[in-house]
Nanobody, 120 residues
Framework: VQLQASGGGLVQPGGSLRLSCAASGNILRIGDMGWYRQAPGNQRELVARISGSGSTNYADSMQGRFTISRDNTKNTVYLQMNSLKPEDTAVYYC???????????????WGQGTQVTVSS
């Protein structure tokens, strides 16, 4: 069971990026999914989370600029980021609670991280 994030890159201030994170492996069920980020010298912080039924919550500084969504048919979570600012520069990590078909247990899984750099 693993998560694979993609979509990061370099973007100018005010620009947009869309991150994707696909879950794969022997998965029985996926619970909450989310995005976190970590800038150099800072702790990892919540960006947004989405439940299996689609309920969302966002960090205050991302509210209105970022949108989290998921496609349960593709086991994928997305993060649409608009009006990006230099302070959004960070490594973005996806996270999901997943029930393993092999172990029969829920686990907390993290993707490998994708770099987002906002700079002119």
């Amino acid at each position: 069971v693993q998560l694979q994030a993609s979509g990061g890159g370099l973007v100018q201030p005010g620009g947009s990026l869309r991150l994707s994170c696909a879950a794969s492996g022997n998965i029985l069920r996926i619970g909450d999914m989310g995005w976190y980020r970590q800038a150099p010298g800072n702790q990892r912080e919540l960006v947004a989370r989405i439940s299996g039924s689609g309920s969302t919550n966002y960090a205050d500084s991302m509210q209105g600029r970022f949108t989290i969504s998921r496609d349960n048919t593709k086991n994928t979570v997305y993060l649409q980021m608009n009006s990006l600012k230099p302070e959004d520069t960070a490594v973005y990590y996806c996270n999901a609670g997943m029930l393993s078909r092999l172990s029969g247990r829920w686990g907390d899984y993290w993707g490998q991280g994708t770099q987002v750099t906002v700079s002119s």
